[in-house]
């Protein structure tokens, strides 16, 4: 009993860790936010942004402009259009991942409304200086916010079901890795500034944490309902 007793009390000092770390991120993503709109729009303060261009500046060269151009394109919207589909493809073939398939098609398509919706509202242009044609605006970046919050949404899912332990951890530095880079390739190629591309992390996060929340109640009130019936 004693040890039973034990076990819960360490099981409950768990889940109040990773609730007040997820609510942390959650504000954390949510200031930094206000704080690059607030920093671009009534401060008007480029120095974030003209010391990341000068730092990518500083190792410009034709074969890493070729590399990045390769790493933004994991986030670009021609491979966001195909690649989330098929990741939901794949899960529905297993039954007990198909929640988590339909969780993939509903965050990335919101995140990518949601990120049209903002860049409508901020309607800041993109740099001038531009190492490629790119249409649209520039705040937040939706290599950073779509991106990251698709590949943080695989993270999740990996976490979820990846039994190894050494698998797991691999594939969640990769991921992390490749969201990183995507949003310093927007830096480097000057399609995008530092504070957008911050911006669009935070966003992305933000719409992550909140989207998995929403989706995880209503999956318990379904589980109710269908308890009830049975009852």
């Not at 402009?65 to 899960?91: D, H, Q």
């Not at 695989?154 to 332990?165: A, D, K, S």
């Not at 480097?188 to 935070?202: R, S």
């Amino acid at each position: 009993m004693k040890r039973l007793t034990q076990k819960l009390l360490s099981l409950l000092a768990l889940l109040s860790a990773e609730v007040v770390v997820l609510w942390a991120v959650f504000f954390g993503c949510l200031l930094l936010f206000l704080a690059m709109a607030n920093e671009v729009f009534r401060q008007g303060d480029t120095a974030l942004d003209d010391a990341l261009f000068r730092f990518a500046d500083g190792h410009t060269s034709p074969p890493v402009t070729r590399l990045m151009i390769g790493i933004s394109f994991f986030a670009s919207a021609e491979y966001l259009l195909v690649v989330p589909p098929l990741v939901v493809l794949v899960l529905s073939f297993f039954k007990g991942l198909r929640w988590l398939g339909l969780k993939v098609l509903l965050i990335s398509m919101s995140s990518a409304i949601l990120n049209q919706v903002m860049k409508r509202i901020f309607e800041r242009p993109r740099p001038e200086m531009a190492m490629l044609e790119q249409s649209g605006l520039s705040f937040p970046s939706g290599h950073a916010m779509i991106g990251g919050s698709f590949y943080g949404l695989l993270i999740y899912i990996v976490w979820q079901t990846v039994p190894h332990r050494g698998w797991r951890w691999a594939l969640i530095l990769l991921l992390t890795l490749l969201i990183l880079l995507i949003g310093y390739s927007r830096i480097y190629l000057k399609v995008h500034y530092a504070t957008d591309v911050l911006a669009g992390y935070a966003m992305g996060l933000l719409w992550l944490l909140l989207s998995l929340y929403l989706m995880r109640r209503l999956e318990e009130v379904f589980v109710e309902k269908v308890e009830e019936k049975q009852a």
